[in-house]
């Protein structure tokens, strides 16, 4: 069974770190690229971040190129997010998503159950 | 910037069809899939590649993507499909975009 946990929200000043991890069980991680898509309370969901296979290119969002760097560790099948700098704005449940690796275009087949960040003073 | 627009809700009466719609410039050009999301739950993939569906999900989900429009088609609609539904595409400059999201309601 596909299973992805995402793990390391919580509270934290503006301006201030975090980093969320994604624990990937099920499936052959190392093959798969990774997302990471957040929703702010009450709002849609919002692409963040994509990484690929082998972890050696990655793609961000306007909104947190700069300050989020994604990232993942084949041999401990985990994926990360490291965000920086973050704002009130970044306030949002974080998903990692698989994406779908028989299809043409992007779509993401597996989800986790989302972690919460809020940035708050 | 790249702009998916769905309507903020559709409303339709149980076993009737819901349409949902997804529009943006020259949007038949991509590959576009959609998500149903119930609330405090994670999103699911329901249709991919304009008209696939992943395993488990019921005949009754299909899709179409044609000129600037994308469309998400429930036939025979249940209760259990009340939900808020995404679109999604990926865009060279933009990559990934999610649609604005339609709540679907079942009257």
């Known amino acids: 069974e596909v299973q992805l946990v995402e793990s390391g929200g919580g509270i934290v000043q503006p301006g201030g770190s975090l980093r969320l991890s994604c624990a990937a069980s099920g499936f052959t991680f190392s093959s798969y690229w990774m997302h990471w898509v957040r929703q702010a309370p009450g709002k849609g969901l919002v692409w963040v971040s994509r990484?690929?296979?082998?972890?050696?290119?990655?793609t961000y969002a306007d909104s947190v190129k700069g300050r989020f760097t994604n990232s993942r560790d084949n041999a401990k099948n985990t994926l990360y997010l490291q965000m920086n700098s973050l704002r009130v704005e970044d306030t949002a449940i974080y998903y990692c998503?698989?994406?779908?690796?028989?299809?043409?275009?992007?779509?993401?087949?597996?989800w986790g159950q989302g972690i919460l960040v809020t940035v708050s003073s | 910037s790249y702009d998916l627009t769905q309507p903020p809700s559709v409303s339709v009466s149980p076993g009737q069809t819901a349409s949902v719609t997804c529009s943006g410039d020259?949007?038949?050009?991509?590959?576009a899939c959609w998500y149903q999301q119930k609330p405090g739950q994670s999103p699911v993939l329901v249709i991919y590649?304009?008209?696939k569906r992943p395993s488990g999900i019921p005949e009754r989900f299909s899709g179409s993507n044609s000129g600037n429009t994308a469309t998400l088609t429930i036939s025979g609609t249940q209760a259990m499909d009340e939900a808020d539904y995404y679109c999604q595409a990926w865009h060279s400059s933009t990559a990934g975009v999610f649609g604005t999201g339609t709540k679907v309601t079942v009257l």
């Open positions: 590649e304009d008209s």
């Open positions: 990484i690929n296979s082998d972890g050696s290119s990655t």
């Open positions: 998503a698989r994406e779908n690796i028989a299809a043409r275009g992007v779509s993401l087949d597996y």
């Open positions: 020259k949007l038949g050009d991509k590959y």
